[in-house]
Nanobody, 121 residues
Framework: QVQLVESGGGLVQAGGSLRLSCAASGSIFSINAMGWYRQAPGKQRELVAVITSGGSTNYADSVKGRFTISRGNAKNTVYLQMNSLKPEDTAVYYC???????????????WGQGTQVTVSS
């Protein structure tokens, strides 16, 4: 089993900052990529940012220049530094890992339980 656990959400005023963390644990052989997604009420889940095992990153246009994704030294942790937050960033943020588990030959996607980010105007 593979588990992803997010932390760091909360309530912040517009213009403020938050840092989300996600730690993957369990029967992990390798992690190909980790990313952050978000889902606002009544909207579909959307990609926020992703980082590959090689360190390549990709961001949604709406967060470029404000959010930064990074990996921890242990490579099983990913962070999302969110600056200049806007009310439209309000959503549940989910961590996703593309993981090769020790008992399987190919990668699968695993999701965390989500953490609420609320930005007040």
């Amino acid at each position: 089993q593979v588990q992803l656990v997010e932390s760091g959400g909360g309530l912040v005023q517009a213009g403020g900052s938050l840092r989300l963390s996600c730690a993957a644990s369990g029967s992990i052989f390798s992690i190909n990529a980790m990313g952050w997604y978000r889902q606002a009420p009544g909207k579909q889940r959307e990609l926020v940012a992703v980082i590959t095992s090689g360190g390549s990153t990709n961001y949604a246009d709406s967060v470029k220049g404000r959010f930064t994704i990074s990996r921890g030294n242990a490579k099983n942790t990913v962070y999302l530094q969110m600056n200049s937050l806007k009310p439209e960033d309000t959503a549940v943020y989910y961590c996703k890992g593309r993981v090769v588990a020790t008992h399987t030959p190919q990668s699968s996607d695993y999701w965390g339980q989500g953490t609420q980010v609320t930005v007040s105007s």
